[in-house]
Nanobody
Framework: QVQLVESGGGLVQPGGSLRLSCVAS????????MGWYRQAPGKQRELVAH???????NYADSVKGRFTTSRDNAKNTVYLQMNSLKPEDTAVYYC???????????????WGQGTQVTVSS
């Protein structure tokens, strides 16, 4: 029905950059918000950034000034550009979408499978 697929994770050195992509597919009527969460081993999942249908963005304090989220509405794709990466950014990054499908009239949350980001020298 609805699928979110992340890509772009990998191993980078501190100070490096990485760009994550998430493509939403299926019978999507509208997307209210798409965002990024991350979870490190033994830690709670936390919001990294999200972007609304109106283009408003929100970032965690820990990534402000370093990460940028953007979207391509025609492709139902959201991006996370990560610069000046730190070891503490190491986590599995999950794409999240709050959207309405053509089958249902209400908004539901959907999750991607996650992509590993490792920052290490």
């Amino acid at each position: 029905q609805v699928q979110l697929v992340e890509s772009g994770g990998g191993l980078v050195q501190p100070g490096g950059s990485l760009r994550l992509s998430c493509v939403a597919s299926g019978s999507i009527f509208s997307i209210n918000r798409m965002g990024w969460y991350r979870q490190a081993p033994g830690k709670q999942r936390e919001l990294v950034a999200h972007i609304t249908s109106g283009g408003n963005t929100n970032y965690a304090d820990s990534v402000k000034g370093r990460f940028t989220t953007s979207r391509d509405n025609a492709k139902n794709t959201v991006y996370l550009q990560m610069n000046s990466l730190k070891p503490e950014d190491t986590a599995v990054y999950y794409c999240n979408a709050l959207l309405t499908t053509r089958e249902f009239g209400s908004k539901y949350q959907y999750w991607g499978q996650g992509t590993q980001v490792t920052v290490s020298s």
